[in-house]
C-alpha cells in the first residue's frame, strides 16, 4: 500500500539554524500539507500546496517558513531560523482531493 | 471558521468492552469529517470518512462513526475492544475533501486486560 514518507524521523537543531524536513508523497497526489503538532497540544495545520504554489498557509507560517517541490517525488518545509518554539512534531500529507494521508512525522528540537 | 472539541481527554475501557469516543464539530455548512488514531511513535492513521450520503460509516479496525447534522455530532465507536486498540484518537473537520483540516485535542485510550 502507498505511503507517505518523511526524513529525518528525528531532527536536533540549535536555534538560529536552518532545517529542511523532507517527504516522499504518494506517487499520484496533486495536494500536499505540512501540520505541526506541539508536545501536548492539537495537531495545527501550516501550511497547504497545490500546483506548484502555496494555496493557503496559517498565521503559524511566517516569513520563517518556505515549502518547495524541488522534483517530481519531494516535498520539502524549510525552517530559515528556527526557534525554541518550533519544537514540534511535523506531518506532511497528501491527498488526491480526497482523503489526506500523513506520513509518519519529524520530530523537531531545537536547543 | 471550522472546529472540533473532544470532550474525553481520556477514557480506559475493559479489553472486550464497547468504546464510544465523542466529537463536536462547528462548521456552518456540510462538513467533510474524519477520525484518526495515533499509536506512540507513529503517525497518523485514517480509521473512517464522512463526505455525505449514509449517516453510519463503517471504518478499518472494526470502527464506526455516526454523523448527527442536528447534534453536530461525529462519534466514534467500536462494539468490543482490542488491547491493540490502546491509542490517541482525533477527530477532524474540513471544509472540502482537499482543504486543511482543523484537529480536536484528542482523546486517549487506556485499555485495561
Known amino acids: 500500500e502507498p505511503e507517505v514518507t518523511q526524513t529525518p524521523s528525528h531532527q536536533v537543531t540549535q536555534m538560529g539554524q536552518e532545517v529542511i524536513l523532507r517527504c516522499v508523497p504518494i506517487s499520484n497526489h496533486l495536494y500536499f500539507y505540512w501540520y505541526r503538532q506541539i508536545l501536548g497540544q492539537k495537531v495545527e495545520f501550516l501550511v497547504s500546496f497545490y500546483n506548484n504554489e502555496i494555496s493557503e498557509k496559517s498565521e503559524i507560517f511566517d516569513d520563517q517558513f518556505s515549502v518547495e517541490r524541488p522534483d517530481g517525488s519531494n516535498f520539502t518545509l524549510k525552517i530559515r531560523s528556527t526557534k525554541l518554539e518550533d519544537s514540534a512534531m511535523y506531518f506532511c500529507a497528501s491527498s488526491d482531493g480526497g482523503v489526506q494521508y500523513f506520513g509518519p512525522g519529524t520530530r523537531l528540537t531545537v536547543t | 471558521a471550522q472546529s472540533v472539541t473532544q470532550p474525553d481527554i481520556h477514557i480506559t475501557v475493559s479489553e472486550g468492552a464497547s468504546l464510544e469516543l465523542r466529537c463536536n464539530y462547528s462548521y456552518g455548512a456540510t462538513p467533510y469529517l474524519f477520525w484518526y488514531v495515533q499509536s506512540p511513535g507513529q503517525g497518523l492513521q485514517l480509521l473512517l470518512k464522512?463526505?455525505?450520503?449514509?449517516?453510519l460509516v463503517q471504518g478499518i479496525k472494526g470502527f464506526e462513526a455516526e454523523f448527527k447534522r442536528s447534534q453536530s455530532s461525529f462519534n466514534l465507536r467500536k462494539p468490543s475492544v482490542h488491547w491493540s486498540d490502546a491509542a490517541e484518537y482525533f477527530c477532524?473537520?474540513?471544509?472540502?475533501?482537499?482543504?486543511?483540516?482543523?484537529f480536536g485535542a484528542g482523546t486517549t485510550v487506556t485499555v485495561r486486560a
Open positions: 464522512y463526505f455525505s450520503g449514509d449517516t
Open positions: 477532524a473537520v474540513g471544509a472540502r475533501s482537499d482543504y486543511k483540516l482543523s
